[in-house]
């Protein structure tokens, strides 16, 4: 392991720091907000490590002020939050939620008031319960809905919040949501699942549409991107690549950038896709609108062999079994996720997209990066996260070294600000950069924050 160092930046690079709203906020039934899947999947026995909820978590519904005085002392120039869309419609749709919008008005006021510029999350997997109901991501009508909601949040929020992305990490809440079943809702279909995807895409179109209409400044998607790494040279093993690619990668990067559906698309999902009847005509012109940025979120590549279909029986293939299996990253260290750490495949995705896409990609920032890790508390309440501080460290050394090589890339936000509610993982893994005490909600700032500090000071 190398020491850790400050890579450089050129001036005008944004550095942030990231949260989500079920992740942090709590107060789930406070201020008049509805219930979301994440309420009802974490409630659902078996669903969560212990049985945890949201329903406290940071508590940050009640204790924004403090977080953005950490993040004033950090020195990030961007905070990068979601806001919970069961806050602002309890019903998906309808009469609005004054207090919810409230809430928001006040963070972003907090913000600005401490040199932060806000950047909005409009949805961070916390679908209104009551949406579900009526089929979720599965129907069209949800997209729709996504559209007005996000021409309401510009409508308040627009004239002081310069940067919107619309979907956080499309594919959990399809894939993982809809088809593997370990995020919410918790459901484990085949072709309703790639409506899901679908759907989403149609729904960041409708939420590009209002928020151009409101005239906000920066508007895009934040994906997750996975680097495929063959198990072997063989020709089996590099053909499942492409099927963990289509999945993954494609499936979002070719109709928004490509205009596209991508052409391995139905070796990938075979009868799953064939019978699809969710697309019309005029959706990759949606979908494929400009935006002026792309957000990544990367942690760690995977590594990929060709395996037979999970399931035996064809009618109940889910939209993931298509003939791949994740194997083992061997001879690298490994974080608190048992995610492999090869710092250098972050360069290799970033420079790949940009081969891939050309102009048409749109300038980058990485709205997600960090790890989850063994912290060590000292007895005088110290936190020691030297594997974080050497992780962050050597992805931002990758990540200049994508820029070196012609990636545009404008920013970088650190996952995460605050220890927090990790979805099916409950509160077992900790990515924060500043340690929360879940019994007296204390945070203290462990030694990552204090070197992210330092980084941040040395571009001022």
């Not at 944004?14 to 406070?30: H, K, L, R, W």
């Not at 953005?68 to 919970?84: D, I, M, N, P, Q």
């Not at 790949?352 to 990609?361: F, I, M, P, Q, V």
């Not at 594997?387 to 650190?414: C, E, F, N």
């Amino acid at each position: 392991m190398t020491s850790p160092t400050f890579p450089a930046f050129p001036e005008g690079f944004v550095f942030g720091a990231a949260t989500a709203s079920y992740q942090i906020e709590g107060a789930v039934a406070e201020g008049g907000r509805g219930p979301s899947i994440w309420d009802t999947y974490s409630r659902t026995p078996g669903a969560t490590y212990q049985g945890h909820t949201g329903d406290i978590a940071c508590d940050h519904y009640h204790r924004y002020a403090d977080d953005v005085t950490l993040l004033k002392e950090l020195g990030v120039g961007s905070y990068r939050f979601s806001v919970a869309w069961p806050r602002i419609q309890p019903q998906g749709s309808g009469p609005v939620n004054p207090a919810g919008l409230d809430f928001y008005d006040r963070l972003v006021d907090e913000l600005l008031a401490a040199g932060i510029e806000p950047a909005v999350t409009l949805y961070h997997w916390d679908l209104p319960q009551a949406l579900e109901d009526r089929g979720g991501w599965r129907v069209r009508e949800t997209a729709e809905l996504f559209g007005e909601y996000a021409g309401i949040m510009a409508r308040r929020l627009g004239d002081r919040v310069p940067r919107w992305i619309t979907l956080n990490e499309p594919w959990c809440s399809s894939f993982l949501g809809y088809s593997v079943g370990r995020h919410a809702p918790g459901a484990k279909e085949g072709t309703p699942a790639l409506a899901t995807a679908h759907h989403l895409l149609v729904g960041h179109g409708h939420a590009v549409t209002a928020l151009r209409a409101e005239g906000v400044r920066e508007v895009g998607i934040t994906l997750n991107p996975d680097w495929n790494v063959p198990a072997t040279d063989s020709a089996a093993d590099r053909a499942a690549v492409v099927r963990a690619d289509t999945q993954h990668n494609l499936v979002w990067t070719d109709p928004l950038f490509a205009g596209a559906y991508p052409a391995s698309e139905n070796d990938t999902w075979g009868e799953l896709i064939e019978r699809q009847d969710f697309r019309r005509e005029g959706d990759l012109a949606l979908i494929s609108q400009p935006l002026d940025f792309v957000g990544v979120n990367y942690y760690r590549p995977t590594m990929v062999a060709d395996a037979p279909y999970r399931e035996a029986d064809p009618a109940q293939r889910t939209a993931t079994d298509n003939r791949y299996a994740e194997v083992a990253y061997t001879g690298v260290r490994r974080t608190a996720m048992n995610w492999p750490v090869v710092p250098e495949t972050f360069t290799q995705l970033l420079v790949a997209l940009k081969e891939r896409y050309g102009d048409a990609l749109p300038p980058v920032h990485i709205t997600e990066n960090g790890s989850a890790e063994h912290d060590a508390v000292s007895g005088d309440g110290e936190v020691h996260d030297a594997d974080r501080v050497q992780y962050l460290s050597d992805h931002l050394t990758a990540l200049r070294a994508a820029m070196d090589a012609g990636v545009d890339v404008r920013g970088y936000y650190v996952w995460s600000l605050l220890d927090n509610f990790e979805w099916a993982l409950g509160y077992a893994k900790r990515f924060g950069i500043v340690r929360v005490d879940y019994e007296t909600q204390k945070r203290t700032p462990k030694d990552s924050y204090r070197w992210y500090q330092e980084l941040i000071a040395r571009h001022r």
